[in-house]
């Protein structure tokens, strides 16, 4: 496995691979791996000639200062665990490598990025669009892989590799999870005890409004986002930010609950500092 520091030896790199009639495979992260990252980097490697995975905290994608000063950093561990998983090629570049100066491109994505994750943290999906755009400049892979735990950053994505021209096919995959239903994240080594076992009261909570729907329970909106909140906040350890039942592409808020059916819920939580997200398509 190749380890990359700057620019010039991944692009140098992925050329020859392309020039032998390789197709590239890419799996963007911020690291501190888990097995959810390793699945996209051995689908990327069912899919595709050669893996490339990319590691870089994204500073401009943080609209807290503290997450990011917190936000785990384990690249030895990564590379090792990388290297196990058929993974080709690793980019790991400094701040210096991708912003040599201040990035001030703005992307409209209209709604898309206004909404949930986009309004609690604000120009969150900016920061991980330009992180996305020179990452697709420098790889330039056929497919590039990302998990639908990250359901509207995927759908930005989308929006930025059309607007972009990237000749990249998009390739989205389930969220993995826990045995108990918490969806995996690096940020959940970050979690007290106490914290790790009142954490899947956001799966259920999501399992729960599902069937609510699904069964025609259902009698408003604001009822099953009223019980998914409540039964969630009453943990101590637990405080919902947003939960939404949206439409999966335009990600409106769905208004009644036959529209529901085809919807997704998309919930986010805090424990303690820690911010958790997750969601799950009704269908
Ligand atoms: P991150 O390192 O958190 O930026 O995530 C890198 C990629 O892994 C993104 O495409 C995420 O959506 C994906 N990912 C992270 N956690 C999960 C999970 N539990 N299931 C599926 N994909 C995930």
Same mark, same amino acid.
């Given at each position: 496995?190749?380890?990359?520091?700057?620019i010039?030896?991944?692009?140098?790199?992925?050329?020859?691979?392309?020039?032998?009639?390789?197709?590239?495979?890419?799996v963007?992260?911020?690291?501190a791996?888990h097995?959810?990252?390793?699945?996209?980097?051995?689908?990327?490697?069912? !899919? &595709? /000639?050669?893996?490339?995975? @990319?590691?870089?905290?994204?500073?401009?994608?943080?609209?807290?200062? *503290?997450?990011?000063?917190?936000?785990p950093?384990?690249?030895?561990?990564?590379?090792?665990?990388?290297?196990?998983?058929?993974?080709?090629a690793?980019?790991?570049?400094?701040?210096?490598?991708m912003?040599?100066?201040k990035?001030?491109?703005?992307?409209?994505?209209?709604?898309?990025?206004?909404?949930?994750?986009?309004?609690?943290?604000r120009?969150?999906?900016?920061?991980?669009?330009?992180?996305?755009d020179?990452?697709?400049?420098?790889?330039?892979?056929?497919?590039?892989y990302?998990?639908?735990?990250?359901?509207?950053?995927?759908?930005?994505i989308?929006?930025?590799?059309?607007?972009?021209?990237?000749?990249?096919e998009?390739?989205?995959?389930?969220t993995?999870? !826990? &045995? /108990?239903?918490?969806?995996? @994240?690096?940020?959940?080594?970050?979690?007290?005890?106490?914290?790790? *076992?009142?954490?899947?009261?956001?799966?259920?909570?999501?399992?729960?409004?599902?069937?609510a729907i699904?069964e025609?329970?259902?009698?408003?909106?604001?009822q099953?986002?009223?019980?998914?909140?409540?039964f969630?906040?009453?943990s101590?350890?637990l405080?919902?930010?947003?939960?939404?039942?949206?439409?999966?592409?335009?990600?409106?808020?769905?208004?009644n609950?036959?529209?529901?059916?085809?919807?997704?819920?998309?919930?986010?939580?805090?424990?303690?500092?820690?911010?958790?997200?997750?969601?799950?398509?009704?269908?």
């Open positions: 496995m190749e380890v990359f520091r700057n010039r030896g991944v692009s140098e790199w992925v050329q020859e691979q392309k020039a032998e009639g390789r197709s590239i495979g890419f963007p992260t911020m690291g791996l097995r959810a990252h390793l699945e996209l980097v051995r689908r990327a490697g069912a !899919e &595709n /000639d050669a893996v490339v995975c @990319s590691i870089f905290v994204n500073p401009i994608q943080f609209n807290n200062p *503290e997450d990011l000063r917190k936000y950093r384990t690249l030895d561990a990564d590379l090792a665990k990388l290297s196990g998983t058929g993974c080709s690793v980019f790991c570049p400094g701040e210096k490598e912003y040599p100066e990035e001030n491109k703005h992307y409209n994505f209209g709604h898309l990025d206004k909404v949930m994750e986009g309004k609690y943290r120009g969150h999906f900016n920061g991980v669009a330009i992180a996305v020179r990452l697709f400049r420098i790889v330039r892979p056929h497919r590039a990302f998990g639908e735990k990250d359901y509207q950053q995927l759908q930005v989308k929006a930025m590799t059309h607007m972009e021209g990237h000749p990249v998009i390739v989205p995959c389930p993995i999870r !826990e &045995n /108990d239903g918490l969806a995996m @994240s690096s940020r959940n080594i970050r979690l007290s005890p106490r914290q790790r *076992e009142e954490a899947p009261r956001i799966y259920n909570a999501l399992l729960d409004a599902k069937k699904s025609g329970k259902a009698t408003s909106i604001d099953v986002r009223d019980d998914a909140i409540s969630i906040n009453t101590p350890e405080r919902v930010e947003y939960f939404e039942i949206v439409d999966p592409e335009s990600l409106l808020p769905v208004k609950t036959r529209d529901a059916a085809g919807a997704v819920g998309c919930i986010a939580v805090y424990a303690g500092d820690v911010r958790l997200i997750d969601n799950l398509p009704f269908n």
